[in-house]
C-alpha cells in the first residue's frame, strides 16, 4: 500500500498488488496477440531475431550440422534435441510466419524420428563437438545476441552479454582448450574475443 496526497488535501490509497496486477495482464495480452502491439511478432517473416531462445536455436542447429557430419552418437543428438524441439515449438507460435524457424522444426523431426530409441542417451559427444561446452555455447549466443541488442539500441543490455562474452573467452583462450575444435569455431572464437574488448572500452567511453 502507498499513500498519496490529493490536490485537495484527501489521501488517496494505491495498492501496489493492484498495478502489478494490472501490468502483468496488459503484458499478457501482448503475449497472447491482444492488444496494440500483439501482433507484430508474426509480421517477423525471415533472418535473425533479437530473441535469446532464438540465438540458442540457431547454436543448437550449427551444431546439429557438426554432429551429424561428425558422426556424433546419435543418442547424445537426440537427447540435445529434445530441449532444441521443445525450444522451437515456442519459438514458431510467437513467430508463426517465419520461414527459417518452420524449416528448423522440420528438420529436426525428421532427425528425431530416424534416431534408434535404443541409442544410449548418456554418452558424450566426441572431442570436436562443442555442443555441450556452456563456455564456447555463452560466448557464441550472447555475441551474436550483442550485437543485435545494439542494433535496437539497447544499450545496456548489449552490455551485460558482452561482458559474459568476454569472462568466456577467458576460459576458451586458454591452452589446447579449442584443440580439438574445427578450424571456423577456433577462428571464431580469435577473432571475436578482441573485437569484444574493443566494444566494451567504446561502450563505457560513451
Known amino acids: 500500500m502507498h499513500a498519496r496526497k490529493t490536490s485537495g488535501g484527501g489521501i488517496v490509497v494505491v495498492c ?29 517473416k525471415s533472418g535473425d531475431i533479437n ?4 540465438w540458442w536455436t540457431k547454436f543448437d542447429m550449427m551444431m546439429l550440422d557438426l554432429a551429424l557430419k561428425q558422426h556424433q552418437p546419435e543418442g547424445k543428438i537426440g537427447l540435445n534435441l529434445a530441449s532444441t524441439h521443445r525450444r522451437l515449438d515456442d519459438l514458431v507460435k510467437k513467430y508463426p510466419n517465419h520461414d527459417e524457424l518452420k524449416k528448423w522444426k522440420e528438420k529436426v523431426e525428421t532427425i528425431e524420428k530416424k ?3 535404443d541409442a544410449p542417451r548418456g554418452v558424450s559427444f566426441n572431442p570436436g563437438c562443442p555442443w555441450d561446452e556452456s563456455n564456447f555455447a555463452q560466448l557464441w549466443v ?3 545476441h550483442a550485437k543485435m541488442k545494439l542494433a535496437d539500441n539497447q544499450r545496456d543490455e548489449a552490455i551485460g552479454l558482452l561482458q559474459n562474452v568476454k569472462q568466456n573467452c ?6 589446447d582448450r579449442m584443440k580439438d575444435y574445427p578450424e571456423d569455431l577456433r577462428k571464431f572464437v580469435e577473432e571475436k574475443c578482441p573485437e569484444v574488448d574493443k ?3 567504446d561502450l563505457k567511453r560513451k
Open 16 to 44: 501496489a498488488a493492484a498495478i502489478l496486477s494490472l501490468a502483468w495482464v496488459a503484458g499478457g495480452y501482448a503475449a497472447d496477440g491482444k492488444g496494440l502491439y500483439g501482433d507484430e511478432t508474426k509480421d517477423v
Open 51 to 54: 530473441d535469446q531462445d532464438y
Open 115 to 117: 534416431i534408434n530409441p
Open 142 to 144: 550472447n555475441y551474436h
Open 170 to 175: 577467458g576460459f576458451m583462450t586458454r591452452p
Open 199 to 201: 566494444m566494451l572500452e
